[in-house]
């Protein structure tokens, strides 16, 4: 079973940047990519990026694109998703997710999320 945990939420200001790690183990080769999803108050959950587990194509939902970078770390298992510009509404829950398809949908597992907060 592929295990998934979040790190690296927090408080930023609008404008800044933050790094969300997602620290991978398991038989990965078992899903197509991984990557991240995010969830806000009230709103349903947002496909945000990811990356293949093969090639380390990388595919971006329409919020993330320009702003965020995903990529990984083969030798540390883990996943990264850089994120500049922050803006209030990127605000969400963000989820590190393991899926069949390079929007990871069906979604097969799931890391536990970790918050993020923009505000001054």
């Known amino acids: 079973q592929v295990q998934l945990v979040e790190s690296g939420g927090g408080l930023v200001q609008p404008g800044g940047s933050l790094r969300l790690s997602c620290a991978v183990s398991?038989?990965?080769?078992?899903?197509?990519?991984l990557g991240w999803f995010r969830q806000a108050p009230g709103k349903e959950r947002e496909f945000v990026a990811s990356?293949?587990?093969?090639?380390?194509?990388?595919y971006y939902g329409d919020s993330a694109k320009g702003r965020f970078s995903i990529s990984r770390d083969n030798a540390k298992n883990t996943v990264y998703l850089q994120m500049d510009s922050l803006k209030p509404d990127d605000a969400a829950v963000y989820y590190c997710?393991?899926?069949?398809?390079?929007?990871?949908?069906?979604?097969?597992?799931w890391g536990q999320g970790t918050q993020v907060t923009v505000s001054s």
């Open positions: 997710a393991a899926g069949y398809s390079s929007t990871l949908t069906p979604t097969r597992y």
């Open positions: 990356i293949s587990v093969l090639a380390g194509i990388t």
């Open positions: 398991g038989p990965i080769l078992s899903v197509e990519a």
